[in-house]
């Protein structure tokens, strides 16, 4: 720890935490970038980001591409530092590892225990269409192990959805009317016990259709969530794997992401084709309490993070435009007077399909940006008046990684949170 560190902390012996305060008033600062690296115009596809997910301990940012590469990017240390004592410059991000594909990936994970101090906890899960699900190491690009999901007719299925349980003791893959769980204390890979979330295909009762999300209940109840294509909601026990509660979704056509709040009370979702982002009571009406508006009529996946102190919630719409809600504002509150939407700024020029606060410091936020382009059958048209004519009428491409600082300050808080104070921006961990 600095001496300048040390001297912002409170001197007493309570015991103290920190939170860090927005301003989103003040635009954020694009402290590095993939730039154009991914925006060929002439490629047969666009290469937009699918997703974007930050190591848990911040140091690393895993992406999936429409060109079936998972990369692996390390975070330049000025990114965690004071803008004011960074470079001016945007820093390019270059991938440090590249895996590619031959399928579409279906879904990444982090391991939860992630560290850049320990080499052995760094790796993560890929789960690519009909191939078995993969450990790599994140430092090496070395496979690690496989997780074979075979079905019925012995074929081996990609996962619509792959990830650690809390503990990083197990992985849970969700499919079709069903959800594997692979125990890595068994001696073998392979040892895995399937839960069908429906009786068969035939009942009406259950969690029908493609499993598309999970996500566990922060509050170590052994909840946990998972979504379907189905436009439903299933809570099941970790236990026992039986469902205990079921939300029918009424927005959009299919269910793309489940997240917990930080107290494990509410529990949010978005669907593709929709225009909203859903919250749920989870305690004990089971109630829709409100909905936060978000331009989203699209099959592609938008998603959504919470900060840690679970007070914001931030998005990215259709138009690339950054959304940050207030989640303090309860469902009966007036909306007039103290709003949920916070700020709507424009930061790509196109689509934002992933936006996430860096865990470790939160005033780092990363995005990723693109979407799928049909070229319009007017390109090839002969009786154009004129080239530029035709330019001006082709949509912006910009299928980019960037890394924005986002003004503010960090506040100390005893534990009577009698006193606090305001201190400069955190270091970075080393890489």
Known sequence: MHDDEKAI??????????????AWDTPPVLAASTDTQFNDSNARANNFFKVAKWSPDGACLLTNSEDRVVRVFEVPQHVFEDPDSSPASTTTLHASQCIDYAESVCDIAWYPGMTVQDTSTCCFLTSVRDHPVQLWDAMTGNLRASYGVIDHQERFIGPNVVTFNQDGSSIYCGYENMIEVFDL?????????KYPTTPNRKSRRGLKGLVSCI??????????AAGSYSQAIGLFDERNHEMCAKYTI??????TQVAFSRDGTQLFCASRQANVIQCWDVRQSGNLLYELDRPGKTNQRLTFDLDPTGHLLITG?????????????????????KP?????????QDAISSAAFNPAFPSVVATSSGQRKFKDADAYDTDRDSDDELEKEQPPIDNSLRLWQVPGSYTWHTANITEAQDTPSMTSPSL
């Open 340 to 348: 949920r939407l916070v700020a709507a700024m424009p930061l790509h």
């Open 250 to 255: 009424d927005k959009g056509s299919g269910v």
């Open 317 to 337: 719409d259709q138009i690339g435009q950054l959304r940050v809600y207030d989640l303090t504002t309860l469902e009966d509150q007036d909306t007039e007077t």
């Open 9 to 22: 902390l409170p001197t007493d012996a309570a015991p103290a935490f920190c939170t860090y305060q927005y």
């Open 215 to 224: 996500d566990f209940n922060p509050d170590k109840s052994g909840l946990y």
């Open 185 to 193: 204390h068994a001696s073998s890979s392979t040892a895995s016990s």
